[in-house]
C-alpha cells in the first residue's frame, strides 16, 4: 500500500477498519489518467476524503456508480460537470440510525435527508420490515421476510440508499409474542433460524431496542444466541440498550458481555445520560467504554446532537404494565388497583424529568385532544385540571397507538462529552418526514432534518470540539466501519460514488422544536451511487438509491 507523503500515518488505520485493500495513488498531486469521457466531474472542490486528513484541492471523476479518479482533471472530459467552486467535497454522510425504511417506499425522495448530506441510511432498532408470520402478513404487514423488502425497495428505488438490521424484536415475536417469558429451547432454535435466513436475505447485523415491548422480555443469554448467529455471517450487534440512567452501567455491562461471548462488533446507538439527577456522568461513561475498547473489545457508540430524545410516550410505564403489548397496557388502566400502581410509577418518572420535561408532540387519538399536542405535560394537566400522572394515563388511555413525546432530560454538556470522543459516530434516530407531516407542520424532533449539518456548522465550526475534516470522519469512514460497508465512506478510486458537496462556511442546520421542518442550508450537491439527487440546491427526482446487502447475502456473486 503507498500512500502520498503529505498524508498522516493513521490513514492505514482507517483503511484497515473498513477492510478495504487497494493502492492509494489519487492524492492532489496524483497525474490525471489518460483521458477518457467521465459521466459526472466534481471540479474546484477542497477534498475531505473521509479519513480525516486536512483537506486538499482536486477534482473526483466518477463513471457508472464508482469513483474512477481523483486529481487534476482539467483535461479528462465528462459528460456532466458540477463546480463545487471552492466548497468541500467529502463522501456522502451515513447515518448509524435512521428511521426512513418505511417511508422510503411510499415518498422515496426523502427530502429532509437528501438535504443534510446523507447518502445512506442504517436502520432496524429493535425491530425491522421483515421477517413477519405469514398470519400478520395477510393482517396487513407487507413483507414476509426482510429480502422481500430489500427487494421491493431496490425495486421502487429511493433517493438514498439503506442498510438494514435485522430487528431482534422480529422473530421473538414471531415465536413467542409479547409476553414476558424465556424461549425454550425448541423456540431459541426457530428464532436463531430466523435471524440465519434474515442475515442470508442481506441483514448487516441484527439491532436490540431493549427498553421496548417485547425486546425488554429479551435475556441476555437470548440476544448472545442471535448474536452469535449474525456473527457467522460477518454481521454487527447494534443497540439501544436496556437503560440510559440510573442502571446505565448494568446496561453497558450487558452490551460488553454479548459483545464478548457472542464475538460480534457492538455499537450503542444514541449514547446518552437521561435524567437531571445524572447530569454530568458522561465522563465516567466515556471511561467506561473506554476501558472495555483498551482490553479488545469492538465497542463503539453513535449520537445525536441534541439534549433531547423523543420516543413513545409508552417508556415511561413500568415494564409490567406493558406485559402482552400497548392494548393490554390500555385494558390494565381500567383496572383501579393496576391504575394505582402504574400512576405512582408515572409520578415519578415525570419527577425524573424535571419540569417541563416531557413535551407531548403527537396524540392519536380523538380530534378533541388535538389541544393538548405541543404542549408539556404540566400545561396539559393544568388544563384538564389533574394531577401530571392522572394527565399521562387519559393521554394512554384515548391514544391508540402510545402519544409521541420529547424529553427535554439530557445535559449540552453531557451531549458535548461524547461528541467530543474519537470513536463517537453520528445517527439522528429518525425518520424524514412525510410530504404530509410538513404540510401540516406534524411536531417531530428536530434531529429528523437537522442532525448532520448542526454537527458541521454548530459543533465543528462554531463550538470547535472538532475540526471539519474530524466531523466529516465520524459521519464517513468511521460510520462505514462500525456497520462493515465495505465500498463507501471514502473518497477513493474504486469506491460507491457517494458524494456530497457543501458550504464550509454556510452549512448549519434550521430547524428547532418549535419549527422543525425547517431544511438545512449548506449542503447544495449530493451524488447517491454516481447519480445527483441534489444539483445546485435543487433536488433532481432521480431516485437511484438501493440495498445495501451484508456479508452474508446467499444471492451475492463470489
Not at 485493500?21 to 477518457?36: D, G, I, L, V
Not at 440510525?97 to 448530506?117: D, H, N
Not at 448532520?452 to 466531523?471: D, T
Request: aromatic share 6%; glycine share 8%.
Amino acid at each position: 500500500m503507498s500512500l502520498c507523503a503529505s498524508e498522516p500515518m493513521r490513514v492505514p488505520v482507517i483503511i484497515a477498519a473498513l477492510a478495504i485493500a487497494m493502492t492509494f495513488t489519487n492524492c492532489a498531486t496524483t497525474p490525471a489518467p489518460t483521458p477518457s469521457t467521465l459521466d459526472l466531474k466534481i471540479t474546484n472542490g477542497r477534498i475531505v476524503d473521509g479519513t480525516g486528513s486536512p483537506w486538499y484541492r482536486g477534482d473526483v471523476g466518477i463513471r457508472g456508480d464508482r469513483i474512477v479518479a481523483i486529481g487534476d482533471l482539467s483535461s479528462t472530459p465528462a459528460a456532466a460537470t458540477i463546480d463545487a467552486q471552492n466548497r468541500m467535497v467529502a463522501p456522502g454522510f451515513i447515518d448509524l440510525l435512521g428511521w426512513s425504511q418505511t417511508t422510503a417506499i411510499e415518498y422515496p425522495q426523502l427530502e429532509p435527508k437528501v438535504r443534510q448530506g446523507v447518502t445512506t441510511e442504517v436502520a432496524g432498532e429493535g425491530t425491522s420490515p421483515g421477517p413477519n408470520r405469514p398470519e400478520r402478513v395477510r393482517a396487513g404487514e407487507r413483507w414476509a421476510t426482510l429480502g422481500d423488502y430489500l427487494d421491493e425497495l431496490d425495486r421502487r428505488g429511493a433517493a438514498l440508499n439503506f442498510a438494514m438490521l435485522v430487528g431482534a424484536s422480529n422473530p421473538r415475536t414471531m415465536v413467542i409474542g409479547d409476553v414476558n417469558r424465556v424461549p425454550t429451547a425448541t423456540e431459541m432454535r426457530e428464532m436463531e433460524a430466523i435471524v440465519e435466513q434474515a442475515m442470508k436475505d442481506g441483514a448487516i447485523g441484527i439491532g436490540s431496542s431493549l427498553i421496548y415491548v417485547p425486546a425488554m422480555y429479551s435475556s441476555t443469554e437470548e440476544l448472545i444466541n442471535l448474536s452469535r448467529v449474525a456473527a457467522r455471517y460477518g454481521g454487527v450487534y447494534f443497540s439501544h440498550i436496556r437503560d440510559e440512567g440510573a442502571k446505565i452501567d448494568e446496561a453497558l455491562d450487558e452490551a460488553f458481555r454479548i459483545g464478548r461471548e457472542a464475538n460480534i462488533p457492538v455499537n450503542i446507538w444514541h449514547l446518552k445520560i437521561g435524567g437531571r439527577a445524572l447530569w454530568g456522568r458522561m465522563p465516567q461513561i466515556v471511561e467506561k467504554i473506554q476501558a472495555e475498547r483498551a482490553k479488545g473489545l469492538d465497542v463503539s457508540a453513535n449520537v445525536y446532537p441534541y439534549a433531547a430524545s423523543s420516543t413513545g410516550l409508552s417508556t415511561l410505564a413500568p415494564d409490567w404494565a406493558m406485559e402482552g403489548g400497548y392494548d393490554d397496557f390500555q385494558q390494565r388502566l381500567k383496572n383501579p388497583d393496576d391504575r394505582a400502581r402504574i400512576a405512582e410509577a408515572l409520578r415519578a418518572q415525570v419527577e425524573r424529568r424535571g419540569e417541563r420535561g416531557i413535551y407531548v408532540t403527537q396524540i392519536y387519538g380523538p380530534r378533541e385532544l388535538d389541544k393538548y399536542e405541543k404542549k408539556f405535560i404540566e400545561d396539559i394537566a393544568r388544563e384538564m385540571n389533574v394531577s401530571p400522572q392522572e394527565a399521562l394515563m387519559t393521554l394512554f388511555a384515548a391514544s391508540m397507538p402510545s402519544p409521541r413525546v420529547i424529553y427535554f432530560s439530557i445535559s449540552e454538556d453531557d451531549v458535548r462529552t461524547a461528541l467530543r470522543q474519537p470513536w463517537i459516530s453520528i445517527g439522528s434516530d429518525g425518520g424524514s418526514p412525510t410530504p404530509q407531516q410538513r404540510a401540516e407542520n406534524v411536531a417531530i424532533h428536530p434531529r429528523a432534518t437537522g442532525t448532520f449539518p448542526r454537527v458541521l456548522g454548530h459543533y465543528a465550526r462554531n463550538e470547535k470540539l472538532f475540526s471539519i475534516e474530524e466531523a466529516v470522519r465520524r459521519m464517513t469512514s468511521q460510520a462505514a466501519a462500525r456497520a462493515n460497508l465495505r465500498d463507501r465512506g471514502l473518497l477513493r478510486e474504486g469506491l460507491i460514488a457517494d458524494v456530497v458537496v457543501f458550504d464550509p462556511d454556510t452549512v448549519i442546520d434550521k430547524s428547532t422544536f418549535e419549527d422543525p421542518h425547517q431544511d438545512a442550508a449548506g449542503v447544495t450537491d449530493v451524488i447517491v451511487n454516481g447519480v445527483p439527487v441534489l444539483r445546485n440546491g435543487a433536488m433532481t427526482g432521480k431516485l437511484p438509491g438501493r440495498a445495501i446487502r451484508g456479508a452474508g447475502y446467499a444471492g451475492r456473486q463470489r
